[in-house]
Nanobody
Framework: QVHLVESGGGSVEPGGSLSLSCGPH?????MGWFRQAPGKEREGVAV????????YYGDSVKDRFTISRDFRKNTVNLQMSNLTPEDTGMYYC???????????????WGQGIQVTVSS
């Protein structure tokens, strides 16, 4: 199984932006981003479907985050804007199999990368 690697995390002030990258992008796989804050459960952030690239977002990040595929770099990216301290956490990339419409069974996870939003 190919090891997924995240990059691009770091620290930013509230209202700022960060971009995360994950690769390699697996052709035919649904690819998602998750996050987990200390003391909280893991939360789905965004997922992109194979083929047409249909995207879905968690309610807390809609209109602020954008997930996309970069076929040239073979990565899946997460562009985050208007960040708040509530966006702080460890962000994980995952790849999976489309089991049913809107059902991605993730079977490959990255190690995670830290995103910190504070002033």
């Amino acid at each position: 199984q190919v090891h997924l690697v995240e990059s691009g995390g770091g620290s930013v002030e509230p209202g700022g932006s960060l971009s995360l990258s994950c690769g390699p992008h697996r052709s035919g796989a649904c690819m998602g981003w998750f996050r987990q804050a200390p003391g909280k459960e893991r939360e789905g952030v965004a997922v992109i479907w194979p083929g047409l690239g249909t995207t879905y977002y968690g309610d807390s990040v809609k209109d602020r985050f954008t997930i996309s595929r970069d076929f040239r770099k073979n990565t899946v990216n997460l562009q985050m804007s208007n960040l708040t301290p509530e966006d702080t956490g460890m962000y994980y990339c995952a790849a999976g199999i489309v089991a049913a419409p809107e059902n991605c069974q993730y079977n490959n996870w990255g190690q995670g990368i830290q995103v910190t939003v504070s002033s």
